[in-house]
């Protein structure tokens, strides 16, 4: 006699489209304590946020090659890993027994800056931190690479009994654009893929000089093809940048963050499908995207398309692959793992 299987609850989540604080560690750590909080009241058992939410995405680095001042702040302003602005993060997220996915801009002891994401469960405990593998063009002028560590960004999450445990993967940016970086994600099984990004624009049209890839059009196309990809929804997180982000970072005749806007957050199913309305007022408006994941559809998906599993050719094509860290000081005769 056989048995069927019950499907799990669906998993409530909240996808943040919201301006920080721009500059301001503490103020910015104090505002996501807030969304925790009202993604919570909402619902949701997971809460995800854009890249380098705190304390903002340095948007001045597309209009001038150098800051000085704005760069020294941002340092002093980016969030270290053993600090109380961490723990307070921490602390919210196992008050609220909400997973948090969080993008931020890390400051280590010797104020070097790395785009940094973290998977913090419910219980409060940071699961996952992991650096961006390659900052973008200009941003290679704020922040370092990550290593081999950094590759293994999924982490399994216990949602409870109506639940059950769920992989929770994420990538940044442009990270959404590297095959072979993808593809090892893909291998990890994540159920739901956080894509982070930072606030993003429409596109100015066939003759507009900046790339269709960079817009808030091309960056949906991304997390639409990652979601068809790995059969995982897709949480596309965007900030917003308003008027005080245009004046702080002075990016008025920039290439890109000239006026507010950039806000384009929604959740796309396993198969690329958009599951989710704009949040009302368009991309200069704050506000936070609910839905409800019903996982079994990732699996009947899967089912079609599994590109590290039944729909692959390991014998003709393969990833080579190196976790190691690669670190700055190596003792002789112990390698460089």
């Not at 669906?10 to 721009?22: F, G, I, K, S, Y």
């Not at 009994?161 to 993808?182: D, F, M, R």
């Not at 990890?188 to 993003?200: D, F, G, N």
């Not at 790995?230 to 596309?236: D, E, P, Y």
Request: glycine share 12%; hydrophobic share 35%; net charge negative.
């Amino acid at each position: 006699m056989s048995s069927t299987s019950t499907p799990p609850a669906a998993l409530r989540v909240a996808v943040t489209q919201a301006e920080p604080v721009w500059l301001d560690l503490a103020a910015t750590v104090d505002k996501t304590v807030k969304l925790i909080e009202e993604a919570a009241k909402g619902g949701a058992k997971l809460v995800a946020f854009p890249e380098t939410w705190i304390p903002g995405y340095p948007t001045w680095i597309w209009a001038r090659v150098i800051d000085p001042t704005l760069h020294t702040r941002y340092i002093l302003n980016s969030l270290r890993l053993d600090s109380p602005e961490m723990e307070k993060i921490k602390a919210a997220a196992k008050e609220h027994g909400i997973c948090v996915v969080l993008g931020f801009s890390e400051r280590t002891e010797s104020d070097s800056l790395y785009i940094s994401q973290g998977i913090i469960a419910p219980d409060g405990t940071l699961v996952v931190k992991r650096r961006k593998v390659k900052p973008t063009h200009m941003e290679r002028t704020i922040f370092g690479d990550g290593s081999g560590p950094d590759l293994l960004n999924v982490a399994t999450i216990d949602f409870g009994p109506s639940i059950g445990p769920v992989k929770i993967g994420t990538l940044a940016c442009w990270e959404h654009t590297q095959p072979l970086l993808k593809y090892h994600t893909y291998s990890q099984h994540e159920a739901v893929h956080i894509a982070m990004w930072p606030p993003i624009y429409p596109h100015g049209g066939v003759d507009a000089p900046g790339l269709y890839s960079m817009s808030a059009e091309g960056c949906l196309t991304l997390s639409q093809a990652y979601a068809i990809e790995s059969g995982a929804f897709v949480l596309h997180c965007t900030a917003v940048c308003g008027k005080l982000g245009v004046e702080t970072c002075e990016t008025q005749k920039g290439v890109l963050f000239t006026e507010p806007g950039g806000g384009d957050s929604a959740v796309l199913g396993p198969d690329g499908r958009k599951l989710t309305e704009r949040v009302e007022g368009g991309g200069v408006e704050e506000g936070m995207v609910f839905a409800d994941l019903e996982l079994v559809r990732g699996v009947g998906n899967k089912g079609f398309v599994d590109g590290v599993g039944h729909y692959s050719r390991p014998d003709l094509l393969w990833l080579g692959v190196d976790r190691r860290e690669k670190r700055h000081v190596v003792e002789e005769g112990k390698g460089s793992g």
